[in-house]
């Protein structure tokens, strides 16, 4: 289903909407944490790209495509997390962050080779993973990048952005001399999205690390290399003005980027495109690890089954069903090499896996139409008891609905592969959390699950 555009003459107050670009610029703080950049990195790189595509003389829907393009650019970046720390034993976090302030240059590339690769791993095993990116460097860097650009594509098609904007995610890494990825794209055939948001990448590394005249040193290093000269000559003059460079580290710099958005920006967020936005954000979460695949959609389906069982109405179900897609959004700020351990986690570890849960809270409560079900997100591992975490809350402190994806969240856990461990039989998975019944788990909602498997095991056994 395509956007839906409002005339732009339409105020969002007067009509009930929300604002789609506060929606989605609160949670590209997920996409920055997942890049290992400080929060508010994709909205600041938009105040950077808007600018310039103001000052090239951009017409107003191009500047809404732009606007969206480079707010979501990041939205492919943790389909390629785990490669990464499996190919440089590394923290794919860290890994990242400090990828960003690499250029072409071999000796800086082999310095990050050698700075990144399996510092903590045993001398043998940081030998053969240094060699082998060695030997194929170019292979390795197409396949992360082939993946990361795809996958942007593929989510923004999801969140109904037309093919422009996804192009320009797609494109992000050309550059244009033709030595970027993913398909080795020169100067003016890599769309024109991508070149912009490259560029105002750039910037806010540089500047949010070494401040201004780092990060205009480095743009005219890359010029004619990474960069378009003509974007180039478009941020120098944008670049003249103070007030752009004082907003960049200014505690209104949401604010500022929100009345940036272009007023055909004003858009129908209705009840299924909220869906669509929580859907599409779970296969953010759930391409983290191979080991989450799917689950974020699945919880959702059993805290869904459950509510059904529970007597929830059918309004309360979709929010619910919401909830439970975004309850892992923290996990995004977890490194792979925690989450895809084969192991047991030390207590550093286990102390960031923990934390998850928290990120998720802080994540969710920035998003206004979402901010009710952050404490879904914060609370989905806490117990009846007392015991769980990060709050220790009591049965009497949490909601019904937080209880319910707890249930769900532990149910796919158990009856998913792990790297510890092969998925268990969905009886072996019951039987564990009935043991957990008023310590752990409500023993109502419990029972809801049960009657809804065995439902569904009925069905099949008719069909059959």
Not at 140 to 158: P, Y
Not at 268 to 289: C, G
Not at 291 to 302: C, D, I, L, P, W
Not at 311 to 333: C, N, P, Q, T, V
């Amino acid at each position: 289903m395509a956007l839906a555009l409002v005339d732009a003459h339409h105020r969002v107050e007067d009509t009930g909407q929300m604002r789609l670009a506060e929606l989605l610029g609160a949670l590209s703080h997920a996409l920055d944490i997942t890049e290992g950049q400080p929060i508010g990195h994709c909205v600041r790189s938009t105040w950077i790209g808007i600018h310039i595509g103001r000052q090239l003389g951009l017409p107003e829907l191009q500047l809404w495509e732009l606007y969206y393009t480079i707010m979501l650019k990041d939205l492919g970046c943790s389909s390629n997390a785990a490669r990464i720390c499996e190919l440089y034993l590394s923290d794919d976090i860290g890994f990242k962050r400090d990828f960003k302030t690499v250029s072409d240059s071999l000796p800086k590339v082999l310095s990050f080779v050698f700075s990144h690769t399996g510092l903590k791993a045993g001398l043998t095993e940081r030998f053969k993973a240094v060699l082998n990116i060695l030997q194929n460097g170019g292979e390795i860097a197409d396949d992360l990048i082939q993946t990361r650009c795809q996958r942007g594509a593929e989510i923004a098609r999801m969140l109904r952005f037309p093919k422009n904007v996804c192009e320009g995610i797609h494109g992000l890494d050309e550059h244009w001399n033709g030595r970027g990825r993913p398909d080795r794209l020169e100067g003016p055939a890599i769309p024109l999205y991508a070149r912009i948001a490259l560029l105002s990448q750039v910037v806010d590394v540089f500047h949010r690390a070494d401040g201004r005249e780092a990060a205009l040193a480095e743009v005219r290093q890359r010029t004619g290399s990474w960069f378009d000269p003509s974007i180039v000559s478009a941020f120098e003059a944008v670049a003249a003005s103070n007030a752009f460079w004082s907003m960049l580290t200014s505690e209104d710099i949401a604010d500022a980027v929100l009345a940036l958005e272009p007023r055909q920006g004003l858009i129908t967020v209705d009840e299924d495109y909220l869906d669509d936005i929580a859907r599409a954000f779970a296969q953010v979460i759930d391409s983290k690890s191979p080991f989450t695949s799917g689950h974020s959609e699945r919880v959702a389906v059993y805290a869904d089954m459950v509510a059904a069982e529970s007597g929830y109405s059918a309004e309360r179900r979709r929010w619910l069903r919401r909830a439970a897609l975004l309850h892992d959004i923290g996990k995004l700020g977890v490194s792979n090499s925690i989450l895809d351990k084969n192991g047991k986690l030390d207590d550093e570890e286990w102390k960031e896996m923990r934390n998850h849960a928290s990120l998720s809270e802080s994540i969710l409560t920035r998003v206004p139409v979402f901010r009710e079900m952050a404490r879904i997100g914060g609370g989905h591992h806490e117990r009846l008891d007392g015991k769980g975490y990060p709050r220790g809350l009591r049965e009497s402190e949490l909601e019904p609905e937080t209880m319910i994806v707890s249930v769900a969240d532990v149910f796919d856990a158990l009856t998913a592969n792990r790297p510890y461990r092969a998925a268990m039989p969905v009886e072996a998975a019951l039987a564990i959390i009935r043991k957990d019944i008023g310590s752990a788990f409500h023993p109502d909602f419990v029972a809801a699950l049960e009657r809804a498997i065995s439902a569904i095991e009925s069905d099949l056994s008719r069909a059959a």
